[in-house]
């Protein structure tokens, strides 16, 4: 046989073409397992970490049980369960829907059942009042591969805001209120967002605590690496199980006359104390032990002085230079207070945020003021409110006028 002038012996070509075959099948077995052989890069998975039992359903037994829960599911009127990537979130709305609208974020240790009684009496003023669990607190769910730092917490009170049927987004649709850690939750969420936000109020808040208040034992605590993670989580929820004198929202301090575990919850008709909610907490929500320890080890807690408050500081001032939106933060503080040291509180704020970015209020009491002071705390918390908008509009008033003075002026020179 001839193939281009040469000369090919039949067993020469049935080898060749052997050849030729078995090397298309490699190829073509290479081209087919290829995928399964190149690594796929893939987003990480958020593992959620769930809450034992969400609420009643519609039997009778269950509601029975329900009510002797110390933080029943259906509280508040308005709850629903807000389905999210990080897992569900429990969040209660009522109060008139033509009413100025209010949001409340509770503190690291007891969930939005702490709220109540500022939220009702804001709702017997004529608010509109929104309130939820933090993850990993009450009824919300926590993820478990995630810090507990101020974008996660950013991020759930975006949530929350787009979970309602009416509008809670745009400019100046809302005032905001945060009590201990969710003072400064709500501070870091103005410093970004201040557009939004109608007031900014903290009430006892973290954020500017000096880190002289933090005791050898915490900084241990909520070190890594120096003790094994699960020995650090039992010795938490030791810590966190209730007890005269110790406290989930306070890591350090006494809170005077009550000890803070036996603190009264007055939320609509129930009352009972933060002990029984905390402990209630500890065996219904797997993910408060890690969600507590992250959130202190994360979040905008300690010496935010040159950081998150700063932020919001330049933020207050160049609203106040526009005489538009909000121009400073209402801070609630207790005059016995043991962590939010009235003193040290305001030096500290009136040094960051300047004396025209903040107004401060003092109410007699210890740091859970807003759980058992709530109406105390809204009268001072409207009066700073009212306050501001006079203020404002005085500044845009003055604005308006040196704005209108200056495109006079630019007219006249265009003439000339």
Known sequence: MSLYGQHLRPDKLSRRGTAALAAAACLSLYLLVRPAL??????????IVRVKDRGAGADPEDSEKSAAVPYPPELFPGGRDVE?????????????????KVLLVHGIGTPCIAMGDMAWELVRKGYRVMLFDLFGRGYSDGPSDTAYDECLYTTQILLVLASSSLSWTGASSFHLIGYSLGGAL???FAAYHSHMVRSLTAVCPG???????????SRLMYSHGLLPEWLLQRWMRSRLEPQHGQSADVPEGDEGDVHFDDVQITAGKSSVKVGEVIGWQLEANPAFVDSYMSTIRYSPIYDQ???MWAVLSKKLAANRELGLGLQRVCVILGDKDALIVKDEWIEDTKAVLGEDGVDVRVIPGSHSIAIYKGKEVVDAAISSWKSSRRRNGRS??????AS??????????HRN
Request: hydrophobic share 25%; no cysteine; glycine share 8%.
């Open 305 to 307: 002085h040159d950081k």
């Open 404 to 413: 209108s003075s200056e495109f006079r002026s630019k007219k006249n020179r």
């Open 396 to 401: 845009s008033k003055n604005s308006g006028s």
């Open 38 to 47: 190149s690594p796929v890069a893939k987003s990480p998975k958020t593992n």
């Open 207 to 217: 954020g500017l605590v000096r880190k002289s208040h933090i005791s050898w034992q």
């Open 186 to 188: 709500v501070a870091a």
């Open 84 to 100: 999210t990537v990080y897992g569900t979130i429990r969040v209660f709305e009522w109060g008139p829907e033509e009413g100025e």
